[in-house]
């Protein structure tokens, strides 16, 4: 597979002594729909910066579709687009002027055909002439989408891009950027919405505290967590060894990891010895925040 993101040892030191990104390594192969998750001060931004050029890595090399972000940067830009996670527009053009600006930056003319598709397939066909400042917060977000991918890039980065925005937004910009990539775009997503990557990433990077702790498939990532665990709601305090299980519990409400489904019998039976009664049980099946939660030790 052609490598369309490599990334190599990258380290960022700021001036004030803090390190946010600690040799990191990893490819993205071209034509993946790729998921770079961590939680909050985990190096994803400084890393997205990295990439973009906006920001010079300490040591270590970025390159993009070859491209390196430092020695080739023209070309490594016009190989990239990012959605960045804060709104930013210009608030004194319309939306189809800010694309024409856009692309114009790109040294790119005669783009309204592009443009319209782009306008269409992020439901702002009826916005094109009004002002970006009268759009709404999740409008602007479809506009910095839109002035993203103006210029045709084959890697698309999305920072965000759905970070309260309505149901319609998120429906229609997954549909477009499926199809983007069945078109052969790259796409790296950085989400604290897990279900998003579960359901569209067929790889993960996971980042913590600057260091990569996991670069996986997403379905080994999904299976890979041996053991069960079970969620009961009981009528009493559940007692000791089975309260030694317990990785949560919320009121009368545990969940316990076990080993193996047989456990499962053994657990009712314990409980039934002790008198307490189970009145919810349910086996709960292991889903990307569980496992992001245990690789990073952190919500999302």
């Known amino acids: 597979m052609t490598t369309a993101i490599h990334i190599s040892r990258a380290e960022k030191t700021y001036a004030n002594?803090?390190?946010a990104l600690k040799g990191v390594s990893f490819d993205v192969g071209e034509g993946e729909f790729f998921g770079l998750l961590g939680p909050n001060g985990a190096g994803k931004t400084t890393l997205i910066s990295s990439m973009a050029g906006l920001s010079r890595l300490s040591q270590g090399s970025i390159s993009i579709m070859g491209h390196d972000v430092?020695?080739?940067s023209y070309a490594a830009r016009m190989s990239l687009g990012v959605v960045p996670q804060e709104l930013v527009f210009d608030p004194f053009f319309t939306v189809r002027e800010a694309l024409q600006f856009q692309?114009?930056?790109f040294?790119?003319?005669n783009n309204n055909d592009w443009i319209d598709e782009i306008l269409h397939h992020l439901g702002l066909?009826?916005?094109?002439d009004t002002n970006t400042r009268r759009l709404s917060g999740g409008m602007k977000r479809r506009v910095m989408v839109a002035q993203a991918l103006v210029h045709r890039p084959p890697v698309i980065v999305l920072d965000e891009p759905t970070a309260g925005v309505d149901v319609e937004l998120r429906h229609s910009l997954w549909t477009f950027m499926r199809k983007l990539n069945g078109e052969g775009h790259t796409i790296v997503l950085t989400t604290h919405y897990l279900e998003e990557a579960q359901e569209n990433c067929g790889r993960i990077a996971m980042l913590k505290q600057g260091e990569l702790v996991a670069l996986e498939r997403t379905d080994v990532l999904l299976h890979g967590d041996k053991?069960?665990?079970?969620?009961l709601l009981l009528s009493a305090e559940i007692p000791q060894p089975l309260a030694a299980k317990a990785v949560s519990q919320n009121g009368l409400r545990y969940v316990l990891k076990l080993d193996t489904y047989n456990e499962v019998a053994d657990v009712l039976i314990f409980l039934k010895t002790a008198g307490i009664n189970v009145q919810q049980m349910e086996i709960l099946?292991?889903?990307l925040e569980q496992v992001f939660i245990?690789?990073?030790g952190a919500g999302a």
């Open 17 to 19: 002594g803090f390190t």
């Open 70 to 72: 430092q020695q080739d």
């Open 103 to 105: 692309s114009g930056y």
């Open 107 to 109: 040294g790119i003319r």
């Open 125 to 128: 066909t009826d916005k094109a």
């Open 227 to 231: 053991g069960v665990r079970i969620e």
């Open 285 to 287: 099946e292991t889903d």
């Open 294 to 296: 245990n690789l990073t």
